[in-house]
């Protein structure tokens, strides 16, 4: 558009000097004796005008000639920043890709030819880390540090991950601490203090950032469940000899904690260590009420104290609801055989087996008839147990 606009310009002063022209007799004289030069007055300001772009050129050429030097050194300077951008965004691409040898060689070219030194210098720290190549590693991580302070949050994250990477959770931790003691905590640097507080086995913390993440939908609710579930049982493990303690913590739970399959088996198995059945069975039952797992069914026949005729009464109430359910079956009868109730107990332990053969039935039939003095039933029931094992 540019350059038609000046053709159109050009050709427009041609039609208006050839109009000026066609009317005007003026005329221009120049006088240096002995010569004398007469010309009309358009051809004057014509040459004159051409004189003034040649003198124009001409100076422009000298002008561009001197500053060479300067020229050449701009455009490699323009090609050298072209080739580290490239670089980075090659060491970037590398990395992704896992060929981690490039990554660093590229990233080291781009932080060479000066492209963004600090995110060269950390990407080359994360290359150099997957080649478990530390010194090389920690060598880029004070680069990356003296190369300005704008990254300084980016550093930090990835000095965090690579201790993470490195199973070092209290060092992780120190920096992530530190991390957010300067700064706003993003979920991401959230993500990684869990996962600090979760190796240097901080359970308290890593119970309270679950939280955090949860109401923040910044991790599924599987994940959620086995960080909460795993924090719980290593905090109920170290109150088994506090029977008060275990109660006091227990009852301060969620119901939706106190539902978790694997937290309320452990509650309720040191709950029974402890000497307080009651708060077992009533682990076991309000966790069963939300959902009806197998293990905890198991749990509840077989950790029945001075409660076992209560445990007896629950269990058949539950018959109608989950007919057919072998463990169950399994479970009631290993509650009479504890109240001694025999001839329940077979019953119950037959109708386990016809529902579902196994050996726990099987063996516990076998212990039942030895304590009926039925040592014939006892021994064949016995190797129905070897047989289902094997």
């Given at each position: ?19 000026i022209g066609r009317g005007n007799e003026g005329y221009a004289l120049f ?40 020229h050449v050194r701009a455009y490699r300077q323009r090609v050298r920043a ?97 991390l957010h003691g300067s700064g706003p905590k993003h979920i991401a640097t ?201």
């Amino acid at each position: 558009m540019r350059a038609l606009f000046w053709l159109l310009a050009v050709f427009a002063g041609a039609v208006a000097l050839a109009i000026i022209g066609r009317g005007n007799e003026g005329y221009a004289l120049f006088v240096y004796p002995p010569w004398r030069v007469e010309l009309s007055l358009i051809l004057f300001f014509v040459l004159f005008a051409a004189a003034f772009g040649v003198a124009y050129l001409v100076v422009r050429l000298l002008h561009h000639t001197f500053q060479l030097p300067v020229h050449v050194r701009a455009y490699r300077q323009r090609v050298r920043a072209t080739k580290a951008r490239e670089a980075l965004l090659g060491s970037a691409q590398a990395y992704l890709e896992g060929r981690f040898a490039r990554a660093e060689s590229d990233a080291r070219q781009a932080f060479d030819g000066g492209e963004s030194r600090a995110l060269a210098a950390l990407l080359a720290a994360r290359a150099a880390h997957q080649l478990r190549a530390l010194d090389r590693r920690d060598l880029w991580l004070e680069k990356s540090a003296e190369s300005g302070d704008p990254m300084h949050v980016a550093r930090l994250v990835t000095r965090a991950e690579l201790l993470l990477e490195d199973r070092d959770y209290i060092g992780a931790r120190a920096v992530l601490k530190d991390l957010h003691g300067s700064g706003p905590k993003h979920i991401a640097t959230l993500r990684l203090l869990l996962r600090a507080e979760f190796g240097a086995r901080n359970w308290e913390e890593v119970l309270r950032l679950t939280g955090v993440l949860f109401k923040r939908d910044a991790i599924s609710p599987a994940l959620y469940d086995e960080y909460k579930s795993q924090a719980l049982l290593e905090l109920l493990a170290g109150l088994e000899h506090d029977a008060a303690g275990l109660e006091s913590r227990w009852r301060k739970l969620s119901a939706r904690d106190q539902a978790l399959p694997r937290v309320a088996a452990a509650a309720a198995r040191h709950a029974a260590a402890a000497g307080r059945p009651a708060l077992a069975r009533e682990i076991l039952e309000r966790a069963l009420a939300q959902e009806w797992v197998g293990a905890l069914v198991d749990l509840y026949g077989a950790s029945a104290g001075d409660d076992v005729r209560l445990r007896i009464e629950r269990a058949e109430r539950w018959l109608p609801e989950h007919p057919g359910d072998a463990r169950l079956l399994l479970a009631l009868g290993r509650l009479c055989v504890s109240a001694e109730l025999w001839g329940k107990a077979q019953n119950f332990l037959d109708a386990s087996l016809s529902f579902e053969p196994g050996r726990e039935s099987h063996l516990e039939l076998a212990r039942l008839f030895e304590r009926l003095d039925k040592p014939q039933d006892a021994n064949r029931h016995y190797r129905l147990a070897a047989q289902a094992q094997s």
